[in-house]
C-alpha cells in the first residue's frame, strides 16, 4: 500500500476528530473521503499531509511511518479548495513553485510547466495573471501546480467546491481522465457524493471521526451501510421495519423484501425508483404534496394517512399533479435491508 493509517486519532480538547481511523489507498487508487461537515474527513487530510499530529496511531506512506516528518518533506501534493495561487505571480510562476522549491534549473521548469499547462488545458497561458482568470481556469493552474513536483500521492480538498454545478460536472470527467492517464494516486475529501461518485475509484463515508463505511461507489450506492449513510446519499425512505420471509412489516404496511434478506428487527431503505404510482384504489393511498424537477426525473413526494412520508421517482409525463390522489405498490429489487 502507498498510504497506511493506523488507528489514526486526532483530539481537540476532549474530542476526536479522528477516532482511531484505518484506511489504505493503493498505488494509483483514487480514494474520496465523503461526510458532512465535521465529520473528520479535512483533518484526515491534514493529518497524512503533515499539517495536523495525530494524537496516536500512525500514518504510513510506503511503508515509512511519517511521526515527525515535516510537510514539504512527505513528497505528497495538496490542492485546497480555494486554490492559494499567489497573485503577484503568473501563472507560470505559480506552477513552477514547487519545482524551484527543489532545486530545478530554469530551463527544467520551463519545460515542466509548458507539459503541465497543456495537460489541464491551458496551453500557452504561463504569463496571464492570476487575477484575469476565471474560478475553473485558477482550479486548472492549482492542480498543475500540485502535480508539478510529480508527488508520489496527490490530495484534493473540496477541490471543485467554489465552481457552478456544470463546470463541476465537467471538470469531475476531466480530473479522472487525467488521473487515469498519469497514474496519479489520488487522496480526496467532498461533502458533494456526486462529485465523489464520479471522480473514485473507492469512497469512503465518515460520520463522527470514524468510518462508516467503505466500499466501490457502487457498492455504497447499491448497499447503504445503515440509516445514516442511506440519509447522507439522499434517501427519504428508511423506516424501522420488522423482516420476515420475503415480506417486511413497516409504517406503509406490508412490503416485499429480495429472498435473502436478513430477518427480524431491521432498518429498510425503499429507493425512490422502488416506490411505483397506480390507481388510488390500488394501493397504499397517499396524497402528493410536492415535486421537484431532477433533471432526469421528477421527485415525487407523498404523504400515506397515519404513515411517514414517501419520495417516489417519477418520468416526467408520467408525474401526478400537487393535491391528486395516488396509490403505491412497492418493488422489492429496489428495497434494501440495512445492517
Not at 483530539?11 to 483514487?30: C, W
Not at 487522496?187 to 456526486?194: K, S
Not at 412520508?309 to 401526478?320: D, G, I, K, Y
Amino acid at each position: 500500500m502507498l498510504l497506511s493509517l493506523e488507528g489514526a486519532t486526532v483530539r481537540f480538547g476532549g474530542r476526536a476528530a479522528l477516532d482511531a481511523v484505518d484506511l489504505s489507498v493503493a498505488e494509483h487508487e483514487i480514494v474520496c473521503v465523503l461526510g458532512p461537515s465535521g465529520s473528520g474527513k479535512s483533518t484526515l487530510l491534514r493529518a497524512v499531509a503533515g499539517l495536523q499530529p495525530l494524537d496516536a496511531g500512525r500514518i504510513l506512506l510506503d511503508g515509512s511511518d511519517q511521526a515527525g516528518v515535516p510537510a514539504h518533506r512527505r513528497g505528497v501534493g495538496l490542492m485546497f479548495q480555494d486554490h492559494q495561487l499567489f497573485p503577484q505571480r503568473d501563472v507560470a510562476g505559480n506552477v513552477a513553485f514547487g519545482l524551484r522549491m527543489r532545486g530545478a534549473s530554469r530551463g527544467e521548469q520551463g519545460e515542466r510547466v509548458g507539459e503541465l499547462l497543456d495537460l489541464v488545458g491551458l496551453p500557452g497561458a504561463g504569463g496571464r495573471a492570476v487575477a484575469a482568470l476565471s474560478g475553473g481556469e485558477q482550479q486548472r493552474v492549482a492542480l498543475a501546480r500540485a502535480l508539478a513536483p510529480s508527488p508520489r500521492l496527490l490530495m484534493l480538498d473540496e477541490p471543485l467546491g467554489q465552481l457552478d454545478r456544470s463546470l463541476r460536472e465537467r471538470l469531475v470527467v476531466e480530473l479522472r481522465e487525467l488521473f487515469g492517464r498519469l497514474g496519479t494516486t489520488v487522496l480526496a475529501v467532498t461533502h458533494d457524493q456526486g462529485e465523489a461518485f464520479a471522480l473514485a475509484d473507492r469512497v469512503v463515508v465518515m460520520r463522527d471521526g470514524r468510518i462508516a463505511q467503505s466500499g466501490t461507489p457502487l457498492q455504497v450506492w447499491q448497499r447503504p451501510a445503515d440509516a445514516f449513510v442511506a440519509r447522507f446519499l439522499g434517501f427519504e425512505n428508511v423506516v424501522e421495519a420488522t423482516v420476515g420471509a420475503e415480506v417486511a412489516v413497516t409504517p406503509w404496511g406490508k412490503v416485499p423484501v429480495p429472498a435473502d434478506a436478513p430477518q427480524g428487527a431491521r432498518t429498510l431503505l425503499i429507493r425512490p425508483a422502488g416506490v411505483r404510482l397506480v390507481a388510488a384504489d390500488a394501493g397504499l393511498r397517499c396524497t402528493v404534496t410536492a415535486r421537484t424537477f431532477r433533471g432526469t426525473h421528477v421527485a415525487v413526494h407523498l404523504q400515506p394517512e397515519g404513515a411517514p412520508r414517501l419520495e417516489a421517482a417519477c418520468a416526467l409525463r408520467e408525474a401526478p399533479e400537487t393535491g391528486d390522489e395516488v396509490g403505491v405498490e412497492f418493488d422489492a429489487a429496489e428495497i434494501v435491508v440495512l445492517g
